[in-house]
């Protein structure tokens, strides 16, 4: 280990900046953050820096260094621009026992300062021992993603609390370390938590308050479980939200859908269950309330389970039916948005769902619905300047050519199928309505796949981006270029 990290209590302490301009003004900032007493010597100063003058957060000596500067510093840092007097003055600190950081100097540098992720009073350093500050703020970008903005205010929340807590359980007899750590560990990864986060702290203390009182019930029926209906967006892992990523993170169990990608679920706890409860086409009509029992249960037995969906839950996810079944028990519940596949598959194809002057709505529908049966107008979503996107439409390909042809589309409308959407899998083959069926059976097109009908597919050869891999290349039928040649000359 080259450096040893270490938080330092800078608060009214003496911190020494030699040089007044950019690069000085951020080191100097961060001293006031932390409190500091500051000198500056420089001969000029940067803008910040005399603003912080005149306001007396600092004091300023406006001229060149003299090695009695280094008296009585706690820290000193050398960021000027001449290389020889920034060693000279590491070198008068080596002699004074005086943490020295030369900047952009590891070598010469007694400390390094390092990229700051502050949730006060929770704070993180990263570093690469100087070896590339780009590695560390990449890293601090991740961290300050992830971590919930409110995680100090849990902090202090906790520290209100502790006293009562270790009271509590010397009280009961219950004093073991490793009870105390689990109970806070379930406190602070589960719904109790979660409210303070969300900034409603009279409800977290409430709670807080019965759960300590249950320690002393063992034998009452454990009333701490929630149930996270969480969106995982549809493929790639990247895209489902930080908060869907937090929730699964807390949950003990997760049970996920069969599409839910192995990167999405590796997200999850490595001790949290995970039980795939995906349904298969052709699987029995009662598999969802098996579901929804299953998640009832769990969550009843105060388990925090995460029901990890394709897609968002609530477009054509059932995910409201399994809000219907926890609501009916009497148990908590909150749910996260994910990117559906209309949405997620269309812009990763390159695919406007609207587009001025060619499509101004846009609508979703399932080919089928719960008894098999066909959309039971056709005429409606045959609307002009309207995008149709089509869930689980690939088996129902005639009755859609049939339904909208008949409701007076045209045969040469243009269309998309786009299969495996934002993954590396992803292939989009361009068509037309008349040739639908055709075209799915030449390419042998599967699920799950969407399709889009409508004339802003078109656009698809001016904005696609997303590169795919292997033979994973978009497919433009003659059709299709006929009619990209004749709408979008």
């Keep these: 280990m080259d450096y040893l990290p270490l938080f330092a209590k800078l608060n009214e302490q003496p911190c020494l900046v030699v040089g007044g301009g950019t690069v000085a003004a951020r080191k100097i900032e961060l001293l006031l953050e932390a409190g500091a007493s500051i000198t500056v010597v420089a001969p000029e100063l940067?803008?910040?820096?005399?603003?912080?003058?005149?306001?007396?957060?600092?004091?300023?000596?406006?001229?060149?260094?003299?090695?009695?500067?280094?008296?009585?510093q706690l820290l000193v840092i050398a960021a000027t621009s001449d290389k020889e007097l920034n060693e000279q003055i590491a070198t008068g600190c080596l002699t004074r026992h005086t943490l020295c950081n030369v900047v952009d100097n590891r070598e010469a540098s007694a400390f390094i300062v390092p990229a700051i992720v502050d949730r006060s009073p929770v704070q993180i350093?990263?570093?690469?021992?100087?070896?590339?500050?780009?590695?560390?703020?990449?890293?601090?970008?991740?961290?300050?993603?992830?971590?919930?903005?409110?995680?100090?205010?849990?902090?202090?929340?906790?520290?209100?609390?502790?006293?009562?807590?270790?009271?509590?359980?010397?009280n009961t007899g219950s004093d073991n370390p490793n009870q105390l750590r689990h109970f806070w560990r379930d406190?602070?990864?589960?719904?109790?938590?979660?409210?303070?986060?969300?900034?409603?702290?009279?409800?977290a203390n409430q709670d807080m308050t019965r759960a300590l009182a249950e320690l002393d019930?063992?034998?009452?029926?454990?009333?701490?479980?929630?149930?996270?209906i969480v969106g995982a967006?549809?493929?790639?892992?990247?895209?489902?939200?930080?908060?869907?990523?937090?929730?699964?993170?807390?949950?003990?169990?997760?049970?996920?859908?069969?599409?839910?990608?192995?990167?999405?679920?590796?997200?999850?706890?490595?001790?949290?269950?995970?039980?795939?409860?995906?349904?298969?086409p052709g699987s029995r009509a009662d598999s969802q309330e098996e579901i929804n029992k299953l998640l009832v249960q769990l969550v009843a037995e105060g388990k925090r389970v995460c029901r990890l969906k394709g897609g968002?839950?609530?477009?054509?996810?059932?995910?409201?039916?399994?809000?219907?079944?926890?609501?009916?028990?009497?148990?908590?519940?909150?749910?996260?948005?994910?990117?559906?596949?209309?949405?997620?598959?269309?812009?990763?194809?390159?695919?406007?769902?609207?587009?001025?002057?060619?499509?101004?709505?846009?609508?979703?529908?399932t080919a089928r619905d719960?008894?098999?049966?066909?959309?039971?107008?056709?005429?409606?979503?045959?609307?002009?300047?309207?995008?149709?996107?089509?869930?689980?439409?690939?088996?129902?390909?005639?009755?859609?050519?049939?339904?909208?042809?008949?409701?007076?589309?045209?045969?040469?409308?243009?269309?998309?199928?786009?299969?495996n959407g934002t993954t590396t899998k992803q292939r989009t083959t361009h068509s037309t309505l008349g040739d639908l069926t055709n075209t799915i059976a030449q390419q042998s097109i599967k699920a799950p796949a969407v399709i889009i009908i409508g004339e802003v597919t078109g656009l698809a050869n001016e904005l696609s981006w997303f590169a795919t891999s292997g033979d994973s290349d978009d497919i433009w039928s003659e059709e299709a270029f006929a009619t990209i040649g004749k709408n979008h000359t």
């Design 370 to 419: 719960r008894h098999d049966r066909p959309p039971p107008d056709w005429q409606s979503l045959a609307a002009d300047e309207q995008t149709i996107v089509l869930y689980m439409g690939v088996a129902a390909a005639a009755e859609i050519e049939k339904g909208l042809l008949a409701a007076g589309k045209t045969a040469d409308t243009p269309l998309a199928i786009v299969e």
């Design 125 to 170: 350093a990263v570093s690469s021992g100087g070896t590339s500050p780009v590695i560390a703020t990449r890293i601090r970008q991740q961290l300050e993603i992830m971590l919930p903005q409110r995680l100090g205010a849990l902090a202090r929340w906790a520290d209100d609390w502790r006293a009562t807590v270790k009271k509590h359980f010397a």
């Design 187 to 203: 406190i602070l990864d589960g719904p109790i938590a979660d409210r303070v986060l969300k900034d409603d702290t009279a409800a």
């Design 312 to 365: 968002d839950p609530m477009i054509f996810g059932r995910g409201s039916e399994e809000i219907q079944a926890l609501a009916a028990a009497g148990l908590h519940w909150q749910v996260v948005p994910g990117i559906t596949a209309a949405s997620g598959a269309a812009t990763y194809a390159g695919i406007p769902l609207t587009h001025r002057g060619v499509a101004r709505s846009v609508v979703f529908v």
């Design 233 to 280: 967006g549809c493929g790639d892992a990247g895209l489902i939200t930080l908060r869907g990523a937090q929730l699964l993170q807390q949950a003990d169990i997760v049970l996920h859908d069969r599409l839910v990608s192995p990167e999405v679920l590796a997200l999850a706890r490595r001790d949290a269950d995970k039980i795939s409860v995906g349904k298969k």
């Design 46 to 72: 940067h803008s910040a820096v005399k603003a912080w003058a005149e306001q007396q957060r600092i004091t300023v000596k406006e001229r060149g260094f003299k090695d009695e500067d280094l008296q009585g």
């Design 217 to 228: 019930n063992p034998d009452k029926q454990a009333t701490s479980g929630e149930a996270y």
